[in-house]
């Protein structure tokens, strides 16, 4: 019987091939430390060290191979866990104001679409979905228009909604104008809840100031914002978005004539 | 030294790497030289026990590559193996005691 073969018989039984290796490192030193140490021949050394069917089985009986397997399952679970962790936060970090939403239970919510269903389709009376494409860069925030509509919708029959008519002092079809914005922060859990103001107009014409309501969500680096403008003028060509004011304002142009390609 | 008794054996191999950690040649040799040779333990002996020792956690492993490509395995006694060996220490003190007084009433 050759070295390997003494080898090879002794660590037979142990079923984990990485400890079944390591084992046979480890015999294969020793035998060479022997070998060098006493001077004795190859097969002299080897009946020295043992009968290695006897040492096949102590050695099988220590090296139970579930635990083995066991253990490296769960490191390949955990690494699976990882990696996924890791292609989610760079999906994330690829497309900030749009993956998110394929996430389930990021509490991210779309108010600008919550807004916008509550409106019967049938009051709409026309509609113009803009090309959202500026992006602006301020204190850490990269905020950037995700979606804008403008559209012309009816006076509601219900009653509720013609009581709030009346007391608003719209009347008739009015433009409405929503706006969805996605922030994304360079710091863990901070929104963005500046000061705002909103202006409008036409190019030929003053800027008009406007009133909003605004709805804002966020999840760590993640901030969705949705205004509501209503009643704004259908020949109105740009809205702008302040955020803060004096030094720190910043202005978020959005032009309302640039219509998307559908 | 009989082949069925790992409990000795293995008491024996913590009391030597007590004083520093050891890999599987060494331990057969500072046996060897220790018990003035009674003790010539085969290495189908250590093993197991050194293996079934570091199950038990009474031990650590560590592999270190020699200058000559040899991968060796030292091993070193835990805390947990401190107090076992103290334990069977006492144990093999008492039979020993106790043969001894049965050995001079002979």
């Not at chain 1, 914005?181 to 202006?199: K, N």
């Not at chain 2, 079934?52 to 000559?68: H, N, P, Q, S």
């Given at each position: 019987?050759?070295?390997?073969?003494?080898?090879?018989?002794?660590?037979?039984?142990?079923?984990?091939?990485?400890?079944?290796?390591?084992?046979?490192?480890?015999?294969?030193?020793?035998?060479?430390?022997l070998?060098?140490?006493?001077?004795?021949?190859?097969?002299?050394a080897?009946?020295?060290?043992?009968?290695?069917?006897?040492?096949?089985?102590?050695?099988?009986?220590?090296?139970?191979?579930?635990?083995?397997?066991?253990?490296?399952?769960s490191?390949?679970?955990?690494?699976?866990?990882?990696?996924?962790?890791?292609?989610?936060?760079?999906?994330?970090?690829?497309r900030?104001?749009?993956?998110?939403?394929?996430?389930?239970?990021?509490?991210?919510?779309?108010?600008?679409?919550?807004?916008?269903?509550?409106?019967?389709?049938?009051?709409?009376?026309?509609?113009?979905?803009?090309?959202?494409?500026t992006?602006?860069?301020?204190?850490?925030?990269?905020?950037?228009?995700?979606?804008?509509?403008?559209?012309?919708?009816?006076?509601?029959?219900?009653?509720?909604q013609?009581?709030?008519?009346?007391?608003?002092?719209?009347?008739?079809?009015?433009w409405?104008?929503?706006?969805?914005?996605?922030?994304?922060?360079?710091?863990?859990?901070?929104?963005?809840?500046?000061?705002?103001?909103?202006?409008?107009?036409?190019?030929?014409?003053?800027?008009?100031?406007?009133?909003?309501?605004?709805?804002?969500?966020?999840?760590?680096?993640?901030?969705?914002?949705?205004?509501?403008?209503?009643?704004?003028?259908?020949?109105?060509?740009?809205?702008?978005?302040?955020?803060?004011?004096?030094?720190?304002?910043?202005?978020?142009?959005?032009?309302?004539?640039?219509?998307?390609?559908? | 030294?009989?082949?069925?008794?790992?409990?000795?054996?293995?008491?024996?191999?913590?009391?030597?790497?007590?004083?520093?950690?050891?890999?599987?040649?060494?331990?057969?040799?500072?046996?060897?030289?220790?018990?003035?040779?009674v003790?010539?333990?085969?290495?189908?002996?250590?093993?197991?026990?050194?293996?079934?020792?570091?199950?038990?956690?009474?031990?650590?492993?560590?592999?270190?590559?020699?200058?000559?490509?040899?991968?060796?395995?030292?091993?070193?006694?835990?805390?947990?193996?401190?107090?076992?060996?103290?334990?069977?220490?006492?144990?093999?003190?008492?039979?020993?005691?106790?043969?001894?007084?049965?050995?001079?009433?002979?």
């Amino acid at each position: 019987m050759n070295r390997l073969d003494w080898l090879d018989t002794a660590t037979k039984k142990i079923y984990f091939r990485p400890d079944r290796k390591a084992v046979r490192r480890e015999l294969e030193a020793h035998l060479e430390d022997l070998l060098e140490a006493s001077g004795l021949d190859e097969d002299a050394a080897l009946k020295e060290m043992g009968d290695p069917e006897a040492i096949a089985e102590e050695l099988g009986r220590l090296h139970r191979p579930w635990l083995g397997y066991l253990w490296r399952a769960s490191q390949l679970a955990l690494l699976g866990a990882a990696v996924m962790y890791c292609l989610v936060l760079a999906m994330l970090a690829a497309r900030p104001g749009y993956s998110y939403r394929a996430i389930p239970g990021m509490r991210l919510y779309h108010y600008l679409q919550a807004d916008m269903d509550t409106i019967d389709p049938a009051r709409v009376l026309e509609e113009r979905v803009l090309s959202p494409s500026t992006v602006l860069e301020t204190g850490g925030y990269t905020i950037s228009l995700d979606q804008a509509v403008f559209r012309r919708v009816s006076e509601s029959d219900s009653l509720d909604q013609a009581v709030f008519r009346r007391v608003s002092e719209s009347d008739g079809p009015q433009w409405n104008l929503y706006i969805a914005l996605d922030i994304t922060s360079s710091r863990w859990e901070e929104p963005l809840d500046y000061w705002f103001s909103l202006s409008g107009g036409r190019t030929d014409a003053g800027p008009m100031e406007y009133g909003f309501t605004r709805n804002t969500s966020h999840w760590g680096f993640w901030q969705k914002c949705g205004f509501e403008i209503e009643g704004l003028p259908e020949d109105t060509e740009w809205v702008e978005l302040d955020f803060g004011y004096g030094k720190l304002k910043r202005t978020l142009h959005i032009s309302l004539t640039e219509e998307a390609e559908t | 030294m009989a082949k069925k008794e790992p409990a000795s054996v293995s008491m024996l191999v913590l009391a030597l790497l007590k004083g520093r950690e050891m890999y599987g040649y060494q331990i057969i040799e500072e046996l060897d030289r220790r018990s003035e040779h009674v003790f010539q333990m085969k290495e189908g002996t250590l093993y197991p026990v050194l293996h079934g020792l570091e199950k038990d956690r009474l031990v650590t492993a560590r592999e270190a590559v020699t200058d000559k490509g040899r991968t060796r395995r030292y091993y070193a006694v835990t805390e947990k193996g401190l107090r076992v060996l103290e334990e069977k220490e006492k144990e093999w003190q008492t039979f020993s005691r106790a043969v001894t007084a049965i050995l001079a009433g002979a």
